[in-house]
């Protein structure tokens, strides 16, 4: 059999030899101490992509979005975000365990924000309810099957916000991904919000590596934060090198990766599973009526040589990324259409 195509997660991307090469060539320093090189460099080049003062390097988008969060929502106080998000859905509870963060959702629907729904939803500060003071949107969005939430929406969003006196954090761990999509400037992005995380180890191929943007004072408590989670690293320039090589060569070439997405969505769409238009790399299936569940289909899937991700009982997920080349996207294509037509 061929090789397996891998269509899980971008975050199995491997260094490229480039990468790897800037990584072993990199001026390194003792972090903690502020002084790795490489890191600084990233850091103030991811600041100065998004209009920000300043970036932290951390560790994982994880440990980024959860430093963000406690930067905007004291012990006790609420987020607002959506059901369907990262910041609820994946990352094990760290905004109420470390944080102490309150969190109340909006119902899942992907990047389709109603910004109404949200201002609506939001508590004043006061001793008779959890005040909220922070929401947070995820772009592209993950479980929404890579839906990139428009600008337009955005900006209302950063109205109630501004309205609302709370602050707005982007989880953009693929914002790369929606830049490419939509054409809307990073800056652009970066302008409407109070905090973001962005990731490098996910389409942008990086091993290792995310980073909070913010104000210099946010960025100055940021680092407090992480050091208190375990996120200072010492010699990590070898990683922050790999972060600005991806920076600087693979953030153009995500639109192959959406038209290799676009290929497997018009593979699979005559069998009714699409759950919804692929905007980006990621590519939802919604099997409510199909004949074969999530599990029964990755397994079939894996006996083709494809494997794929389960992310609910009827819900799979296929990813394009570095690494999944037009031979594999046709490979994976003749299986499932193969594995759902069976
Ligand atoms: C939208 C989103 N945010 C945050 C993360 C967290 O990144 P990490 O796995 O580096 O903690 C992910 C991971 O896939 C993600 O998809």
């Known amino acids: 059999m061929a090789d397996l195509v891998d269509l899980r997660s971008d975050t199995l991307t491997r260094p490229t030899a480039g990468m790897r090469e800037a990584m072993a060539t990199a001026e390194v320093g003792d972090d903690v101490y502020g002084e790795d090189p490489t890191i ?64 109340r959702t909006w119902p899942a629907v992907g990047a389709d924000i109603d910004p109404e729904t949200v201002a609506g939803m939001v508590r004043a500060d006061g001793y008779f309810a959890v005040p909220t003071r922070a929401i947070a949107v995820e772009q592209t969005h993950n479980r929404g099957g890579g839906g990139v939430i428009p600008l337009a929406t955005l900006r209302e969003l950063r109205g109630v916000a501004d309205v609302a006196g709370v602050a707005l954090h982007c989880d953009g761990a693929r914002i790369w991904h929606a830049h490419v999509a939509d054409g809307v400037p990073l800056i652009e992005y970066g302008r409407l919000f109070d905090t973001m995380s962005v990731c490098l180890s996910k389409g942008l191929g990086a091993p290792v590596g995310s980073l909070v943007v913010g104000s210099a004072e946010k960025i100055e408590r940021a680092r407090m934060i992480r050091k208190r989670m375990g996120g200072g690293m010492r010699q990590a320039g070898i990683l922050a090198a790999a972060g600005r090589y991806a920076l600087a060569h693979h953030v153009d070439r995500l639109s192959e990766d959406h038209a290799r997405a676009a290929r497997l969505a ?77």
Do not use: W
């Open 40 to 103: 600084n460099a990233l850091e103030a080049e991811v600041a100065a992509l998004f209009g920000h003062e300043a970036a932290l390097f951390a560790p994982s988008g994880s440990m980024a979005n959860q430093i963000a969060l406690q930067l905007l929502v004291p012990p006790g106080d609420e987020l607002l975000c959506d059901a369907d998000a990262h910041v609820v859905t994946y990352e094990i509870g760290a905004a109420a365990a470390y944080g102490g963060i309150s969190s």
């Open 266 to 342: 018009e593979a699979v769409a005559p069998f009714g599973v699409l759950a919804t238009a692929v905007r980006t790399n990621l590519v939802l299936l919604d099997l409510t009526k199909h004949a074969l569940d999530a599990r029964a289909l990755a397994a079939a899937a894996r006996e083709q040589g494809v494997l794929i991700s389960v992310l609910g009982p009827r819900t799979a997920r296929l990813v394009t990324y570095l690494g999944i080349d037009d031979d594999a996207v046709t490979q994976a294509s003749t299986a499932l259409t193969r594995v759902l037509s069976a």
